[in-house]
């Protein structure tokens, strides 16, 4: 505490103490000359906040010389160090301390910067009343003090360093950690206290803190910073060892001869999560989890080159799988059973297929799998084994659904080593399988390239056929079993191509399917077949009925009722003379649509006929659900009565439960008088094959009508 005195202050001496109270005036004069070789700035005020006494340095920081001061009051001064000294007596103010620090930031006329630190001391008489303040101040320009001021004592920028979400950390030119704000304490697991004065390399996983050791010291040999303002991702190492990507940017601080590092820490673990996810995205599909064709491509074509295969030796089978009618099950169940079946289905193909098997989707329903196999043989058996399980019953989302799936597979031989070549040759096997009806397996033959070819050129002419005029219908008569009277006629399509002459429905019918050239090709035949029969009515010779076929694609995607009574508006009496024949196959593919659309027709007064029944795998108890007409008995079953025991039994059960739902039956590919005899007596009641007629041209039915009519009348 300082004595006090009542005398003067200006009494004091000026060269020195100027203005300090007098009897203060030798102890001021002592501590000055003293603390002058200790680089202090001395500075009295009274407790009215006038300058009483300013030593040399502490009126330089202000750049005034003492006298200048004297009487002044400092606080009101617009200077920092004059600020710092108001804020340290406002909190000397309550009285309830007796010191306070004091820092604060001057830059010199210099340009150099420099740090005040020190302390304001309360100066009080005997009794405890304020007289005055003592500042004591000392200049400094060491870096780390001043890193640590930066850090840790002005306010602002400590709130800022702790408010920050980047670890912020500052260490000298050895690597010394000098400062380190609160996220990087968090980031690392430490206490502030355990990291101060340590080197930074404790934050470093051991390869990265030799590294950094080595840089240090090439750094302070050779002066050259290799990593400041370059950000990098590199490997942090917590208190606990374990080890995370961070991204590091270092910014370097030259103060004077000395430097400091200020180094911006991030942790990048969700960005490197996130990268990750975003590349393992780019490679595999969404829902499955399967490889993209892409990345299938690329893993499987690296694989095939490094394994090229000698002939009959073990390799490589692509399976290509294509789910038949994939949409009935998205617009029957809705698409999250859809997306739940694909899924069960490719891990069922995974738990089927060997382990090390790379799998991709194609397209929304259709995968390829390239599997290891010992030969042929166990290709086989694995295509065998995959078709068996995915078209067994699947739980997808509180439902069972069961998959048609088409399998067309190549297996890896000397003729095709790449995946360019299995792929071509799988995929026509898969052409194979769904050309004829799918849900099946097919490998890959030779002849199979050449069927592809021919398909690819009918299709080319099939485009042409109607406006070339290469198309005309015929008429099979359909006659009573009893009487032998035609009362009916079916119309088949037939196609003379120029060059490739008479091609068969059998074979073009599922070309133009596949092609959606049925579209115009039906249209056409219903305008023909109408046509036909507004002459042949008009002659006096129309059937009962005409029935036409109606391929399945048509009849259950087609806008079939509206085209129909669009072309019977001009005719309204020939609807009870028309009839259609779609298969037992596309009627129960889409129960509902098929239902919808044969009770719109039957409205309309047109007849329905499912045509081969038999053929298919469906049963009667499907069929009585459709409002159907007739049963045509496929000529499968009829081609072996009544020699064949079993198609006999087959035939007549299939007349009576026909005729138990109220159907009328006719069979098809009558060729002979025994299987007509036999047909007779189990009570089919219309018939059809070659035996009554071949299927001819409209005049040649005409003939047979009226011939027929004269020799009843006769
Ligand atoms: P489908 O509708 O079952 O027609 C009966 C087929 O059996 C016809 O063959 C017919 O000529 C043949 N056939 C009739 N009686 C006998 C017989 O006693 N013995 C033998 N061996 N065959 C007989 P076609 O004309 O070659 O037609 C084959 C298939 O092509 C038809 O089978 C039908 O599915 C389809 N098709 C024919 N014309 C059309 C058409 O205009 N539109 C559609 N969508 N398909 C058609
Ligand atoms: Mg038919
Ligand atoms: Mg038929």
Request: with cysteine; net charge negative.
């Amino acid at each position: 505490m300082f004595e006090h005195s009542e005398k003067n202050p200006q009494d004091g001496d000026g060269a020195i103490g100027v203005g300090i109270p007098r009897d203060l005036a030798f102890l001021s004069s002592l501590a000055s000359s003293l603390l002058d070789h200790a680089d202090l700035a001395l500075v009295y005020l009274d407790r009215g906040g006038l300058c009483r006494h300013a030593d040399r340095r502490f009126a330089a920081l202000l750049d005034r010389t003492p006298q200048s001061l004297i009487g002044t009051p400092l606080c009101g001064l617009d200077h920092p160090v004059a600020r710092a000294l108001a804020g340290a007596l406002a909190s000397l103010a309550s009285g309830a301390l007796r010191s306070v620090p004091l820092d604060c930031e001057t830059t010199g006329c210099d340009g150099q910067r420099s740090i005040l630190s020190g302390s304001v001391l309360t100066h009080t008489d005997a009794s405890g009343a304020l007289l005055g303040w003592l500042g004591l101040l000392i200049e400094t320009g060491d870096p780390d003090r001043i890193a640590d001021f930066v850090a840790r004592r002005d306010p602002f920028v400590a709130t800022l360093l702790n408010a920050a979400v980047d670890g912020i950390i500052v260490s000298d030119r050895t690597g010394v950690i000098r400062s380190i704000n609160r996220a990087c304490c968090t980031l690392f697991g430490y206490e502030e206290a355990e990291l101060l004065g340590q080197p930074m390399t404790v934050l470093m996983p051991p390869p990265f803190a030799r590294d950094h050791d080595k840089y240090v010291s090439n750094y302070v040999k050779t002066e050259r910073p290799k990593i400041i303002g370059i950000g990098r991702d590199t490997l942090g190492r917590r208190k606990d060892g374990a080890v995370f990507p961070i991204h590091l940017s270092v910014g370097e601080a030259r103060m004077g001869d000395r430097t400091t590092y200020v180094g911006i820490i991030r942790d990048i673990s969700d960005r490197l999560a996130a990268e990750q996810r975003a590349s393992y995205l780019a490679r595999h599909d969404p829902l499955t989890g399967v490889l993209t064709r892409t990345a299938f491509l690329e893993e499987c074509e690296a694989l095939l080159a490094n394994e090229p295969v000698e002939s009959g030796a073990a390799g490589f089978a692509l399976y290509t799988l294509d789910v038949d009618q994939f949409s009935d099950i998205n617009e029957a169940f809705g698409f999250h059973v859809g997306d739940a079946a694909l899924k069960a289905m490719v891990s069922r193909v995974m738990e089927v297929l060997p382990p090390n098997t790379y799998m991709c989707r194609i397209a929304a329903d259709e995968f390829a799998a390239l599997a290891r196999v010992s030969g042929m043989e166990h290709a086989q058996t694995l295509a065998d084994v995959l078709h068996d399980r995915l078209t067994a019953s699947i739980y997808a989302d509180r439902h069972w659904v069961r998959l048609r799936l088409s399998i067309g597979a190549a297996l890896q031989d000397t003729a095709a080593q790449t995946l360019e070549e299995l792929n071509a040759k799988a995929k026509l096997a898969l052409q194979a399988v769904q050309h004829d009806g799918g849900n099946a397996v097919c490998f890959y033959t030779p002849a199979m390239a050449a069927a592809a070819t021919r398909r690819m050129m009918l299709t080319m002419h099939l485009n042409h056929a109607i406006e070339r005029n290469e198309m005309h219908l015929v008429y099979q008569p359909i006659v009573d079993g009893k009487t032998g009277r035609v009362v009916s006629a079916e119309a088949l399509l037939r196609w003379t191509h120029d060059t490739l002459g008479p091609v068969s429905p059998a074979e073009f019918i599922p070309v133009a399917e596949e092609s959606g050239l049925i579209v115009p090709l039906t249209d056409w035949i219903l305008s023909t077949a109408i046509g036909q029969m507004m002459r042949w009515n008009a002659e006096d010779v129309l059937p009962d009925r005409v029935f036409l076929n109606i391929s399945g694609q048509q009849f259950l995607r087609g806008n079939l009722t509206a085209r129909l009574q669009e072309l019977l508006s001009g005719c309204p009496e020939l609807r009870p003379h028309l009839g259609l024949e779609i298969t037992e196959q596309a009627a129960v593919r889409d129960l509902k649509v098929a239902i919808k659309t044969l009770g719109e027709l039957s409205a309309l007064g047109i007849q329905t006929a499912i045509d081969d029944f038999g053929s298919g795998y469906s049963s009667l108890s499907y069929v009585q659900q459709l409002p159907v007409a007739k049963l045509k008995i496929d000529r499968a079953f009829v081609i072996d009565v009544p020699t064949n025991p079993k198609s006999n039994a087959l035939v007549r059960a299939a007349v009576g439960m026909a005729h138990g739902l109220g159907l009328t039956t006719v069979a098809e590919g009558v060729e002979t008088e025994e299987q007509r005899a036999f047909l007779v007596s189990v009570g089919c009641d219309l018939l059809q094959g070659y035996h009554f007629g071949r299927p001819m041209t409209p005049e040649a039915l005409a003939d047979m009508i009226r011939r027929q009519r004269t020799a009843a009348a006769d």
